[in-house]
């Protein structure tokens, strides 16, 4: 679908990028998605032309037509990825390629064009690069969005022949705001998020827009996530409303729900088992019910569960609740296996362990 020559970025540098003192300020307690940097990556779509028109311009509000048709029919597509400051100053993605890769499916699903990867990845160098000073320091780091809309001004309902591909920068800090360490989930009962055939394994707005209800549920409920059960026997345990999910037993197994194209592919989630099998870990990809997570939660046979994404990186989960009641994992403190996994991730996304299986990717 793509026809594509090399682009060349035209650079509009910001002609009033927030003072330093500013940013600093900022910079201390970013939350998570609410202080975003000076520039934005745009980079145009039209089947008559391919991918042309790249920028990287002052962060503005964009221009659209009342009629452009992602406002009626969502045609929407999304990533997330973080950079991280290098002790030599420079700066780190955590590999990228598969968000590029992951954006391509994900298009394709929605019947939208495919980026190449590697005009992904230069997009989000090329903004890391130009607002390298919001990259926090510490734990913080600085979380791209590339994202893709149908912006094609027509009411029929159709593949958009428009499309606009941007990447904004937001810098953020821990996902979760509480104190607790580990996070308290709602069983969703109503609710489902993704049936075999739809579009569960696409980051496609559409999806978020479809959990929000379960997760006011969740919220109503004194949750921080929802927990999503499969679509046709709700029974199964899928994923949480933003992040897979692991278990981890007694006899040091582990095991998460199977790619079966209602759950997102999560990065985190690949990456994860990859060095839980470097450590000798069994870790299975395989079905898990609901009355199993409780029946292995009262008698012990569970040890600890935890949630992993790129926003909530490895979270542990220490209360289940739904209609039938709550029952907890753990004594609310993060366990040890959470612990360990966690470490070897973030050390190697932030500079701090060895990369055998070469996953960093330098900007500059
Ligand atoms: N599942 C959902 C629904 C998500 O939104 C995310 C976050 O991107 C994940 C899982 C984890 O994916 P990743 O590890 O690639 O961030
Ligand atoms: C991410 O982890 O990148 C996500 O998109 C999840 C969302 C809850 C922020």
Sequence with gaps: MSKTQKLQFVHTPHPSPLPADQRAELLKNPGFGRVFTDHMVTIRYHESKGWHDARVEPRAPIPMDPAAAVLHYAQEVFEGLKAYRTADGGATLFRPIENARRFQKSAERLAMPSLPEELFIESCDKLVSIDRAWIPDGDGSLYLRPFMFANEVFLGVKPSSDYLYLVIASSVGAYFKGDSPAVSVWVSDDYTRAAPGGTGAAKCGGNYAASLLAQAEAT?????????????????????????????????????????????????????????????????????????????????????????????????????????????????????????????????????????????????
């Design 220 to 364: 109503q409920h004194k949750c921080d996530q929802v927990v999503f059960l499969d679509a046709v026997e709700r029974k199964w345990i899928e994923e949480l409303g933003g992040m897979n999910v692991f278990f981890v037993f007694d006899d040091g197994s582990m095991v998460t729900p199977p790619l079966g194209g209602t759950i997102l592919p999560g990065i985190t989630r690949n990456s994860l088992l990859t060095l839980a099998r470097d450590k000798g870990i069994t870790v299975r990809e395989e079905r898990y019910s609901i009355q199993q997570w409780k029946a292995d939660a009262a008698s012990g046979k569970l040890r600890e569960a935890f949630a992993c994404g790129t926003a909530a990186v490895l979270t542990p989960i220490g209360t289940v609740r739904s209609k039938d009641g709550e029952f907890r994992i753990g004594n609310g403190s993060p366990g040890q296996r959470t612990e360990e996994l966690k470490a070897a991730l973030v050390g190697i996304q932030r500079g701090k362990a060895a990369d055998p299986h070469k996953w960093i990717h330098r900007v500059f």
